[in-house]
């Protein structure tokens, strides 16, 4: 019997709606892509979580594992995606313990608050090279491992990027995620050009405000009144949970996101358009 679902997945997904599939997420220890891969894993997927932090990643690999029994759910630490031989190591391994690599979240991400008058070229260097050069060596080190799924499957070989919305109108503070994050977005925009025709399938998930996340518990560190602030100020009147950003990733790796691609669903209750940085 699978798992209760509890808060982190829609009744509306079907029990085994992954099965035979594996998920190789970057960041996976983190409160989005944990939720996504958590999903996953519910619907029967078998995933690789990449992560930096060992204990981090091992603790939340055995965690996701609980969310259906007999789930299998690798813990690969001590990988910096900005090391392209780590993230092909890790590839590699996930292909063989797993059987393949059907889908890929290029999630892992830098950040913090600083003015640009503060930020260094190094500080600045640090957030580009996690967020693209990152993005760029997971799908390098991915994609030939999604060709061969796309092959044998229409519902395989598919990449979604975790971005942000916050360079749709910029934000201050956040020159370098904000430059990051738009090259992202067309890193994936190229990687749906290039590989659309070989089956494989690239879009952007852009989550706006997301209530429990390291982002929020940062700003609501430095101004307490501020999450609820936020809160108020999206337009359906509330922060979003990692539930809404699981549920996006749950469609568009699904039958009913087959001709979805080259895409950004943006999940922010409609925040950027009126709330400049979402
Ligand atoms: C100014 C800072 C700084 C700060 C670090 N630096 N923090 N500058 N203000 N608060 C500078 C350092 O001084 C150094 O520059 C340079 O950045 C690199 O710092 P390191 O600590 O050596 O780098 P590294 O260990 O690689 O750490 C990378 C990091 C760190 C990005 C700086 O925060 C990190 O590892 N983050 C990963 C976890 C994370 O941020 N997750 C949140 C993701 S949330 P100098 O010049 O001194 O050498 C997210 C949401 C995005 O991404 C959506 C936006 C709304």
């Known amino acids: 019997m699978p798992q209760q679902k509890k808060d982190y997945l829609s009744d509306a997904w079907k029990d085994g709606l992954f099965s035979d599939k594996v998920l190789f997420c970057t960041g996976g220890a983190g409160s989005i892509c944990s939720a996504q891969t958590r999903a996953l894993v519910h619907l029967g ?32 630490a001590g990988v910096d995606v900005r090391d392209p031989k780590a993230l092909q190591d890790a590839a590699d391994r996930t292909a063989r313990e797993l059987g393949s690599i059907d889908y890929v979240i290029a999630g892992a991400a830098g950040n913090f608050l600083a003015p640009l008058s503060q930020l260094s070229a190094n500080a600045f260097k640090s957030v580009i090279d996690i967020d693209v050069l990152g993005s760029y060596n997971t799908v390098k080190a991915t994609l030939p ?23 749709y109108t910029g934000l201050p503070l956040q020159t370098h995620v904000s430059a990051a994050k738009a090259a992202v977005d067309s890193l994936s925009n ?6 659309g025709p070989l089956g494989v399938t690239s879009n952007v998930i852009a989550p706006g405000p997301i209530g429990g996340t390291e982002g929020m518990e940062r700003l609501a560190k430095s101004d307490p009144a501020s999450v609820a602030k936020s809160a108020k100020r999206v337009p359906v009147g509330r922060l979003g949970s990692v539930k809404d950003i699981a549920d996006a990733t749950v469609y568009l790796f699904s039958d009913a996101g087959n001709f979805v691609n080259g895409s950004t669903v943006v999940v922010d209750g409609g925040s950027w358009r009126v709330n400049a940085g979402g």
């Open 190 to 195: 190229a990687v749906a050009i290039e590989y």
């Open 45 to 76: 997927a078998s995933a690789a979580i990449i992560g930096r932090n060992k204990e981090k990643t091992e603790r939340m690999a055995a965690d996701i594992a609980t969310a259906r029994p007999g789930a299998r759910v690798l813990a690969i």
């Open 145 to 167: 491992y999604l060709v061969e799924s796309a092959k044998r499957s229409t519902t395989s070989g598919r990449v979604i990027f975790v971005s942000a919305t916050i360079h």
